[in-house]
């Protein structure tokens, strides 16, 4: 119940198309949503994030889709981008517990 | 602002052997966290240190801890090392006293068992 599964595990993309990065969830206990970025030698860093009041987020060219009656989250990546190649992190957090549950990530390669 | 600063970066230990791994949050952030990151994986949580407290730990064995001192910096050690526990470990620290709030991560230690 404290699963996050993330898909697809690679993800090849021509620039100029859009990524997309599915993440669900079983614990509807969970209220926090980030997605992370992680590049080779590099820590995660959050790339962007909602709460479960809203169904889609959108900063600049990445958005966030929710669906709270499916228990589902999904990160979509417009104009996608040579410098967008990176490994995804899905993640869900729930109240007291002071962690994050991290989905097993997505390597993203975007074609030049 | 400096970034959370962990050391070493590598290093390179057999079984058996013991290792502790420190890290220093971001000026300000009084919460730090750890996880293990391996391929296949992801990330999984270890535990989660606030104002010298531990206030959640992960499913890992006892030979894994931690602790957090006054100055927030926070140190990881791990007893009778195994294979299996060759990964990267990741620290990140957190502004937010409440349950949610940015995790900003170091770059990691690579530890690898032989």
């Known amino acids: 119940q404290q699963q996050v599964k993330q898909s697809p595990q690679s993800l090849i993309v021509q620039k100029g198309g859009i990524s997309i990065i599915n993440c669900a969830y079983e614990?509807?206990?969970?209220?926090?949503f980030p997605w992370y970025q992680q590049f080779p030698g590099k820590g995660p860093a959050l790339l962007i994030a909602i709460r479960p009041d809203v169904s889609e987020k959108k900063e600049g060219r990445f958005t966030i889709s929710f669906n709270k009656s499916a228990k589902q989250f999904s990160l979509h990546i417009m104009d996608s981008q040579p410098g967008d190649s990176a490994t995804y992190f899905c993640a869900a957090n729930s109240p007291g517990t002071y962690k994050y549950i991290f989905g097993t990530g997505t390597r993203l390669k975007v074609l030049a | 602002k400096a970034g959370v600063t962990q050391t070493p970066r590598y290093l390179i230990k057999t079984r058996g052997q013991q290792v502790t791994l420190s890290c220093s949050p971001i000026?300000?952030?009084?919460?730090v966290s750890w996880y293990q990151q391996t391929p296949g994986q992801g990330l999984q949580f270890l535990f989660e240190y606030f104002s010298e407290t531990q206030r959640n730990k992960g499913n890992f064995p006892g030979r894994f801890s931690g602790r957090q001192f006054s100055n927030s910096r926070s140190e990881m050690n791990v007893s009778t090392l195994e294979l299996g526990d060759s990964a990267l470990y990741l620290c990140?620290?957190?502004?937010?006293?409440?349950?949610?709030?940015?995790?900003?991560f170091g770059e990691g230690s690579r530890l690898t068992v032989l």
């Open positions: 000026s300000g952030h009084r919460s």
């Open positions: 990140a620290s957190s502004s937010q006293t409440g349950n949610t709030g940015e995790l900003f």
């Open positions: 614990n509807t206990a969970f209220d926090y």
